[in-house]
């Protein structure tokens, strides 16, 4: 009986040493994988606190333009170096009119040229055409209800636009359930037939929320012609 007994608990004990033995062996072969192989993705910085800022630089006139409630005033208020802990802006108001932000990213001179997105701004929409580089498409991608007036509007102003300067698609409102993808955007939006230069990034930011994005589309109005 006891011979019985001391044979099953010798058992048991190899089945448990086995178990630990291989658990151990396949942590320490991942972490090895992981040290080799998967090197950790640099985060991008959304706040812009790596960049130089210098004396000077050449300005770059950004028309930042969309429906209302998009995200305009709250994309151009992410630009600009540190705010981490978005204490620096309340709840943006809708804009009536038309706000003007310049800031020092470094290499250049933003001047965001950020006009409301009420059906009588958008008459006036054109009026900054003139003295603009690159144009702004602010779309708010959690709301499928206004994308094709959002379309409409677009192609409706570009058409105002004769020198077919590049334009940025800003996807805002990722963070939120249902939102759209980007490819999704591009195709409702009616832009991929465009004689111009168009890109699109997706981005977030919510008052006071984690930003997404706005290094990306920093670096892509970096680049535009
Ligand atoms: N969840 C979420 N809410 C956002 C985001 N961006 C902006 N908002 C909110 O959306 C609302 C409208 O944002 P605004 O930046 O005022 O929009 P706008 O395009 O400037 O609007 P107008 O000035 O009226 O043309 C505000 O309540 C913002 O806090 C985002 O990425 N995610
Ligand atoms: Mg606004």
């Known amino acids: ?38 090197e950790k993705e640099e985060e991008a910085d959304e706040y812009f606190e790596s960049i130089v800022l210098s004396k000077d630089p050449p300005s770059k006139k950004i028309l930042v333009i969309g429906l209302d409630g998009a995200g305009k005033t709250s994309f151009v208020r992410c630009f600009g170096k540190g705010n981490k802990d978005g204490k620096a802006y309340d709840e943006p108001r809708p804009t009536v009119g038309f706000n003007v932000k310049s800031v020092n990213m470094g290499s250049v001179l933003f001047d965001f040229w950020d006009v409301g997105g009420s059906e009588v ?45 590049s334009l940025l698609i ?13 490819s999704e955007i591009k195709k409702l939006l009616q832009v991929d037939s465009l004689k111009r230069d168009v890109q699109i990034v997706g981005t977030q930011t919510p008052q006071g929320g984690m930003r997404k994005g706005i290094w990306a589309a920093y670096n892509k109005l970096l680049n535009m012609p």
């Open 1 to 38: 009986m006891a011979l019985i007994w001391l044979q099953q608990t010798w058992n048991a004990n190899r089945i448990v040493i086995t178990v630990a033995t291989s658990a151990a062996t396949a942590a320490i072969a991942y972490g090895i994988y992981k040290l080799l192989f998967n």
């Open 121 to 165: 701004c958008r008459e006036c929409w054109k009026q900054f055409l003139q003295s603009i580089h690159n144009i702004v498409w602010v779309v708010d991608a959690s709301n499928r209800e206004r994308i094709k007036e959002s379309s409409d509007a677009l192609n409706n102003f570009l058409q105002n636009d004769k020198q077919m300067r």
């Open 170 to 182: 800003v996807a805002n409102k990722q963070d939120c359930d249902g939102a759209m993808k980007l």
